[in-house]
Structures are given as structure tokens and as C-alpha cells.
């Protein structure tokens, strides 16, 4: 069965650079979470889309913006990188942006900013 | 706002034996709860989930987990371990009637000795 794609896998930036982060959720899944994984940590939800529009917001830091485009994948901006951004950044999705739907995750990407 | 406590960082435990994740959970609504699997370098699978009914719920690879309402707590089982389960796993909440947004415990470790 198709899973969520998230792209790139691994990313290095520098300091202050940019980095952006794709997500393809899994095929007729209309909303699609961001979270983010500190090294050692829990995930921490940053932000969910439904329809396109932006549901929900969680402890997104202001030099990051997401959207979710027409066909349903999603992006993640991450600008004026810092080292303590390094992390594992999860997408998922679901069927339905309601409270109990099974949330799929894909497998992360990897960001590392030295 | 909810939160969720896994009181054991790491939980080592021979091949074959039985085992027990603790998570509790702390929420002025009423709650959904889920276990959720990382293996190493991979993202996060569902283990099972607790919506409604039975409060003994059965999940993937012979896991399963009781919901007690009264001590607010949801933890995982499996009576005969298997090497392949060395993974982290994580409890997670959701406030019911919402977004679909996930708080997740701190993870509890099994490693599964020979």
C-alpha cells in the first residue's frame, strides 16, 4: 500500500540558511500533520492542514510557514536556520481531520544545520 | 490541553517473556489514546489505538493495551517478546471531538535481550 513520501530524506544546512521540505501524503488523504523530533525527544505536533486550509497550530517557531497545495501534498519552510532546528521532521496524513482517524506517518526527513 | 507520561525511560526484557509499557495520561476532556511504534531510523507506526468500547484493545504483532478510565491509564502488553520488537514506543492522546492533533509521551525503550 502507498505510504506517506517524504522528500528529501537527509538534508545539511548552514546557519541561517533556507530548507524546504516536501510531503506527499498517502493517495485521498485530505490532511496532512507536521511534526517535529528533537534527538532523543517525542514529536512535537507544529501544524496541520485540512482541505487546504490550515486546522490546527501547535509550537510552530515564526521563521517557519507551511501550506498544503491543490493536489494535497505539503510543504514545510524553514528559514534563518539555527542548530537547534536539527531534528527528524515527520509528515503524516489522514482521511479526515477528525479526532480518532488513524494518523500515517511517513518515514521523516533528516535535517541537520551546522 | 492533555499530556501523557511514560514513567519508563527503558524497559529491558529477555526474549520470550512478557512485558508491560506504562502510560498515563492526564486531560480535562475525554480523550482517544494510541500506541505508536519507531524502530530505529524509521518513522512511526500505528501499534493500536482506543476510541470507544471495549477497553481492552488488540493491535498489530500480538500487542495489545487496556484503557482504565479511573486511573487514567493506557498500558501496552505483549505476553512473549520476539527480538524484532527492540524499538521505542510512544503513547499519544487526542482530545475527542476535535482536530486530530497528537500529544505524545517520551518514549519508553524495550530492548529485547537474547
Known amino acids: 500500500a502507498a505510504g506517506v513520501i517524504q522528500s528529501p530524506r537527509h538534508l545539511i544546512k548552514e546557519k541561517r540558511e533556507t530548507a524546504t521540505l516536501k510531503c506527499y501524503p498517502i493517495p485521498r488523504h485530505d490532511t496532512v500533520y507536521w511534526y517535529q523530533q528533537g534527538p532523543g525527544q517525542d514529536p512535537q505536533f507544529l501544524i496541520s492542514f485540512y482541505e487546504k486550509m490550515q486546522s490546527d497550530k501547535g509550537s510552530i517557531p515564526d521563521r517557519f510557514s507551511a501550506q498544503q497545495f491543490s493536489d494535497y501534498h505539503s510543504e514545510l519552510n524553514m528559514s534563518s536556520l539555527e542548530l537547534g532546528d536539527s531534528a527528524l521532521y515527520f509528515c503524516a496524513s489522514s482521511l479526515g481531520g477528525y479526532s480518532g482517524n488513524t494518523i500515517y506517518f511517513g518515514e521523516g526527513s533528516w535535517l541537520t544545520v551546522v | 490541553a492533555q499530556s501523557v507520561t511514560q514513567l519508563d525511560s527503558q524497559v529491558p526484557v529477555f526474549e520470550e517473556a512478557p512485558v508491560e509499557l506504562r502510560c498515563n495520561y492526564s486531560s480535562s476532556v475525554s480523550v482517544y489514546l494510541f500506541w505508536y511504534v519507531q524502530y530505529p531510523n524509521q518513522g512511526l507506526q500505528l501499534l493500536l489505538k482506543?476510541?470507544?468500547?471495549?477497553?481492552l484493545v488488540k493491535g498489530i504483532n500480538g500487542f495489545e493495551a487496556e484503557f482504565n478510565k479511573s486511573q487514567t491509564s493506557f498500558h501496552l502488553r505483549k505476553p512473549s517478546v520476539h527480538i524484532s520488537d527492540t524499538a521505542e514506543y510512544f503513547c499519544a492522546v487526542t482530545a475527542t471531538g476535535g482536530g486530530n492533533k497528537l500529544t505524545f509521551g517520551t518514549g519508553t525503550q524495550l530492548k529485547v535481550e537474547l
Open positions: 482506543y476510541l470507544s468500547g471495549s477497553t
